[in-house]
C-alpha cells in the first residue's frame, strides 16, 4: 500500500511540475514514433503512438498507470476472498452465536408486531380504520406473531439441549 501511495506521489508530483510552468510543456518537443518504439516491434501501432505522444498525458508512463490499476484489482479482489472466508469461518465456528442473533431478530419482530397491533386497535376505537380492514389484519396479525413465536420456542429448546 505503502509501494502504490508512493508511485502514485511521484507520478503526481511530475505532472503537477508540468501544469506548474506552462511555458515546460511548450518547450517538450514530441519524440519520433522510431525513437519510442523499435520498429519490429508491432504490439502498439503507429498511430496509437502518435496519438499517445500528442496527448496530454504523453508525460506520464501508461504501464505505471496499468501496473497500478492492476495491483488495487487484484489486491482488492483478494482482500475480498479473505474477508468472506473469514465470514464463512466464523459462521461454521460459531453456530451458537447466529442462534442468538437470530432469536433476538424473531423477539424484536414480535415487539414490532404486538407495538403495530396496539396501534391498530386505537385507530379502530377511534373510527380511523373499518371494521372488515380491522378484521383482516387481526387475522394477519395473529398468524404472523404465532408463526413467530412458534420460532422463538424452536430455538430456545434448540439452545436448551445443545
Do not use: C
Not at 525513437?35 to 500528442?54: C, N
Request: charged residues 25%.
Amino acid at each position: 500500500m505503502f509501494t502504490l501511495l508512493l508511485i502514485l506521489a511521484v507520478v503526481l508530483g511530475s505532472s503537477t511540475a508540468a501544469v506548474a510552468n506552462p511555458n515546460q510543456v511548450n518547450q517538450v518537443s514530441v519524440r519520433e514514433i522510431n525513437e519510442y518504439t523499435p520498429p519490429d516491434v508491432g504490439f502498439h501501432s503507429p498511430g496509437h503512438i502518435q496519438r499517445w505522444e500528442m496527448s496530454p498525458l504523453s508525460e506520464q508512463n501508461p504501464h505505471l498507470w496499468t501496473t497500478m490499476l492492476l495491483t488495487f484489482l487484484v489486491s482488492g479482489g483478494v482482500f475480498t476472498s479473505i474477508h468472506i472466508r473469514k465470514k464463512r469461518r466464523e459462521a461454521k465456528e460459531n453456530p451458537t452465536d447466529q442462534l442468538k442473533q437470530y432469536l433476538s431478530e424473531l423477539k424484536k419482530r414480535e415487539e414490532r408486531l404486538t407495538k403495530r397491533f396496539q396501534e391498530v386497535i386505537l385507530k379502530y376505537r377511534s373510527g380511523g380504520i373499518a371494521e372488515t380492514d380491522y378484521k383482516r389484519f387481526l387475522k394477519s396479525y395473529e398468524e404472523n406473531l404465532s408463526k413467530t413465536q412458534e420460532k422463538i420456542r424452536e430455538i430456545e429448546q434448540m439452545s436448551k439441549q445443545g
